[in-house]
């Protein structure tokens, strides 16, 4: 299973971007699948999560109102749509999924590899 992000880069504040994360392999079913970032020097938290179905919500206090995430479950893609961008939320993103690769199986957790998104003031 690989999940690839993409969609980072620079923004100046105030403006948005809209990251991309792609599940590819083998694979049962996927569970909820979330963002994380980390910016440097701090530990990585959670920004946005999202369930299967119906697609339940939930985002950090720090988001709220300015990033919205989704996911298409038919192409195993999930979203994050981030609006009115600021220094602070200058971090890595990751994307993180709950993936079962057999319907028998357990859920694993997996990752991609991070995309970088930089906000200048």
């Known amino acids: 299973v690989q999940l690839v992000e993409s969609g980072g880069g620079l923004v100046q504040a105030g403006g948005s971007l809209r990251l991309s994360c792609a599940a590819s392999g083998r694979f049962s079913s996927i569970n909820a699948m979330g963002w994380y970032r980390q910016a440097f020097g701090k530990q990585r938290e959670l920004v946005a999560v999202?369930?299967?179905?119906?697609?339940?919500?939930k985002y950090a206090d720090s988001v709220k109102g300015r990033f919205t995430i989704s996911r298409d479950n038919a192409k195993n893609t999930m979203y994050l749509q981030m609006n009115n961008l600021k220094p602070e939320d200058t971090a890595l993103y990751y994307c993180h999924a709950g993936v079962r690769t057999t319907w028998w199986g357990s859920l694993g957790d997996y990752w991609g590899q991070g995309t970088q998104v930089t906000v200048s003031s």
């Open positions: 999202i369930t299967s179905d119906p697609g339940i919500a």
